[in-house]
């Protein structure tokens, strides 16, 4: 198992500042694992990011609302996500990641904890793709509770699952703007494939992870033309966060301040930036 780089510590303050109710809508807690220990099967081991960090983090950047992503170093043992949200006092939600245990009756638990969505992972450095039987069978099960799908995928993955994705009859969250490259361009099929799915109601995307999409690194501005032609198709489906503490990340850490003043350049309309920042969030996830 491999351990995974701490975030920067020296947060800048961002120039851009965000507006009343700001969502982070991508952030994860890590541990502590002394009280909420990792999987055993875990691809990564992340140093620990725990609740009173994120909230240090987020009290720099002036956000006070955030979905709280839960991650696979932590499997389906969902404990240090529904501590963060439950010591948040209703600032925060959550997402889950479950398996095959999981039932009516959890779902419930989960629901009065803050959770409204299961996350699903493609990505393939990170255990690759769910059992599909299992996909379908948790579509079912959410969708009487309202609850949506976050999927993390590779580039490679909008193509291969585009006709599947299309049908499916639950709101959909792109994580990472899906992880295209931008040497590829904005004419790369996968892209387009995205673009695509924005014509429809039930997708959604996150403008966030430039780091990852970024040919170039840092300040990783050559992703921004990417989220610009997100926004501009679908800005009442669009989120954004941080991605904080940046696990598996690559070779460029990213200061978490320079990454508020990146969505602004992103999105500079107050207007725009309000939709993604504060509405979008509160009406898909109930804040």
Same mark, same amino acid.
């Given at each position: =198992?491999?351990?995974?780089?701490?975030?920067?510590?020296?947060?800048?303050?961002?120039?851009?500042?965000?507006?009343?109710?700001?969502?982070?809508?991508?952030?994860?807690?890590?541990g502590p694992g002394s009280k909420f220990p990792y999987s055993k099967d875990a691809a990564y081991e992340p140093p620990d990011s725990p609740f009173e960090a994120l909230q240090v983090l987020h009290g720099k950047l002036g956000l006070q609302r955030a979905v709280i992503v839960h991650?696979?170093?932590?499997?389906?043992?969902?404990?240090?996500?529904?501590?963060?949200?439950?010591?948040?006092?209703?600032?925060?939600?959550?997402?889950?990641?479950?398996?095959?245990?999981?039932?009516?009756?959890?779902?419930?638990?989960?629901?009065?904890?803050?959770?409204?969505?299961?996350?699903?992972?493609?990505?393939?450095?990170?255990?690759?793709?769910?059992?599909?039987?299992?996909?379908?069978?948790?579509?079912?099960?959410?969708?009487?509770?309202?609850?949506?799908?976050?999927?993390?995928?590779?580039?490679?993955?909008?193509?291969?699952?585009?006709?599947?994705?299309?049908?499916?009859?639950?709101? =959909?969250?792109?994580?990472?703007?899906?992880?295209?490259?931008?040497?590829?361009?904005?004419?790369?099929?996968?892209?387009?494939?995205?673009?695509?799915? =924005?014509?429809?109601?039930?997708?959604?995307?996150?403008?966030?992870?430039?780091?990852?999409?970024?040919s170039m690194g840092p300040p990783f501005t050559d992703a921004v033309p990417f989220a610009q032609a997100l926004i501009a198709a679908a800005p009442d489906r669009i989120l954004w966060g941080t991605d904080w503490p940046h696990p598996n990340v690559g070779a460029h850490m990213p200061?978490?301040?320079?990454?508020?003043?990146?969505?602004?350049?992103?999105?500079?309309?107050?207007?725009?930036?309000?939709?993604?920042?504060?509405?979008?969030?509160?009406?898909?996830?109930?804040?």
């Amino acid at each position: =198992m491999k351990t995974t780089a701490p975030p920067d510590p020296n947060t800048r303050k961002p120039k851009f500042t965000p507006p009343p109710l700001a969502c982070d809508a991508h952030c994860h807690i890590f541990g502590p694992g002394s009280k909420f220990p990792y999987s055993k099967d875990a691809a990564y081991e992340p140093p620990d990011s725990p609740f009173e960090a994120l909230q240090v983090l987020h009290g720099k950047l002036g956000l006070q609302r955030a979905v709280i992503v839960h991650a696979s170093c932590h499997g389906a043992d969902m404990r240090a996500t529904l501590d963060g949200i439950a010591r948040s006092k209703g600032a925060y939600r959550g997402t889950a990641i479950i398996d095959e245990s999981f039932s009516e009756k959890r779902l419930q638990e989960y629901h009065d904890g803050g959770i409204r969505a299961v996350r699903f992972n493609f990505v393939k450095h990170l255990g690759g793709r769910p059992d599909m039987k299992f996909f379908e069978k948790t579509i079912a099960m959410i969708r009487p509770a309202g609850w949506h799908l976050i999927l993390h995928l590779d580039a490679t993955d909008l193509l291969e699952f585009d006709g599947l994705f299309r049908r499916v009859p639950v709101p =959909m969250v792109i994580d990472h703007m899906g992880r295209v490259k931008a040497a590829a361009g904005l004419e790369q099929p996968a892209f387009k494939t995205l673009l695509g799915w =924005m014509k429809q109601e039930n997708f959604w995307v996150k403008v966030c992870g430039a780091e990852r999409v970024s040919s170039m690194g840092p300040p990783f501005t050559d992703a921004v033309p990417f989220a610009q032609a997100l926004i501009a198709a679908a800005p009442d489906r669009i989120l954004w966060g941080t991605d904080w503490p940046h696990p598996n990340v690559g070779a460029h850490m990213p200061n978490d301040g320079d990454l508020v003043d990146l969505f602004a350049q992103m999105a500079p309309d107050p207007a725009t930036q309000r939709r993604i920042l504060v509405e979008n969030p509160a009406r898909l996830y109930g804040f």
